[in-house]
């Protein structure tokens, strides 16, 4: 099967998301998958150009060695508000040309606007095209006032979808509040690779490498650092409590990273807030191993988080860890409150949380909770499903071309 994926953010440095595990094990299983991406990063290059030329990365494998994804990134213009209105004409012509130089048999969409353009021509080509939600996309965007135009696109790229995903009940939910058809919707869930994130690890070497002793409690967080992920509040309360045995270790890179830094140099927290920056997903694992009680101290009223579930979730509790999380209505939906996730009200709340966890002795517990309900989530079955829809499409507009 040839597959098209389209969406509006980094495949390289972003992720892995849902998007680049299935596309890795599609890859795998003999599908041919390309992917047009955007480089929404563009401003952080140190190379300054005010126009980006085409270019494809081949054989790219994000998640699973031997995998051969192709990464086609089309120009832009890099001037802001122009970026977004210049990938309407570059992206629509290499949406274009795939379908004509690719053929592909089905068309995936991520984003919002090469989604809509996605969808428009596959219409016109008659091919299916599925519609993936894994995030409410427009509330990401930066400029508030554009998040209603963002939303009227989401909503008709909806209605003109053949298929659409939604990765968690509360999402799902709100796609169809948005437009999609109930009929035609249907909930695909996160995964997790069972036997990568194993809590035999120890963690002993991530440990020893950054100096954290056996006595010492380690919390963690691991992902893009937005400013709501709540992590400048965990850092505070960290300085303002006096057991110095209590660490925060931080794997990840974004907007937040420069602030926490900053809290670190203030309160002199060197040897307790530990700021690694971005690491291989491989070593991701051992980190966590290396941790007592992991983190999603969000922002509980930030509508970005409201719907969604990160996938990391599954991936500290594949590692038998228990989870402190902010009440955000996606988490509590899919994991309830007894499955090694306990809540706070709110991400200042967290660190205290954690240490009652320590302190009565539930770790072992909640963590032995966690690892069983991650397990009937691996990606090989997340990914036979999606396969399966994949062909189900493919299919169904196959029989509406014959009849």
């Known amino acids: 099967m040839k597959i098209l ?3 509006e953010s980094d495949w390289l440095k972003r992720g892995p998301h849902q998007q680049h595990h299935l596309a890795d094990r599609l890859s795998l299983r003999g599908h041919q998958v390309q992917v047009i991406d955007y480089d929404i990063l563009w401003r952080e290059h140190d190379r300054r150009e005010l126009y980006s030329r085409g270019r494809v990365f081949d054989n790219i494998c994000k998640v699973h060695h031997g995998a051969k994804v192709t990464v086609i990134r089309p120009g832009i213009i890099k001037v802001p508000v122009l970026d977004y209105l210049s990938l309407i004409f570059t992206h629509r012509k290499e949406i274009e040309r795939q379908i004509k130089a690719f053929s592909p ?5 991520f984003g919002i606007l090469n989604g809509y353009l996605a969808v428009k021509a596959a219409r016109r080509n008659n091919i299916p095209f599925i519609y993936y939600w894994i995030d409410v996309l427009h509330r990401l965007i930066p400029f508030k006032p554009l998040h209603p135009i963002a939303k009227m696109v989401e909503s008709k790229a909806l209605k003109e979808a053949d298929r659409i995903l939604a990765i968690n009940d509360k999402l799902k939910d709100y796609v169809i509040e948005t437009g999609a058809s109930p009929e035609h919707t249907q909930v695909v869930r996160a995964g997790i690779d069972i036997e990568l994130f194993n809590p035999s690890d ?14 010492d409690i380690v919390l963690f967080f691991m992902g893009w650092l937005y400013h709501f992920s709540g992590l400048k509040e965990v850092a505070q309360q960290l300085a303002e409590t006096r057991n110095h045995r209590l ?7 974004g907007d937040a990273y420069d602030e926490l830094e900053r809290i670190q140099d203030k309160y002199n927290l060197q040897d307790r807030l530990i700021l690694t920056g971005k690491k291989p997903y491989q070593e991701i694992p051992a980190f966590i191993a290396a941790s007592d009680v992991c983190l999603l101290p969000a922002y509980p009223t930030e509508r970005i988080m409201q719907d969604i579930v990160p996938i990391k979730i599954y991936e500290y509790m594949a590692m038998a860890k228990p989870v402190v999380s902010t009440e955000l209505p996606g988490v509590i939906g899919e994991f309830g409150k007894d499955n090694g996730v306990v809540y706070v009200s709110k991400p200042e709340d967290a660190v205290g949380k954690a240490i009652g966890l320590i302190q009565n002795g539930s770790l072992k517990e909640l963590g032995a909770k966690a690892r069983s309900f991650a397990e009937r989530y691996s990606w090989e079955s997340i990914t036979d499903e999606f396969e399966e829809i994949l062909e189900q499409v493919v299919k169904e507009k196959e029989n509406e071309r014959i009849s």
């Open 105 to 109: 048999d089905v068309i995936i969409g």
């Open 202 to 215: 120890d963690g002993d070497n991530v440990r020893k490498q950054y100096g954290l002793k056996k006595d």
């Open 5 to 7: 994926i389209v969406q």
């Open 247 to 253: 660490k925060l270790l931080i794997v990840g890179e």
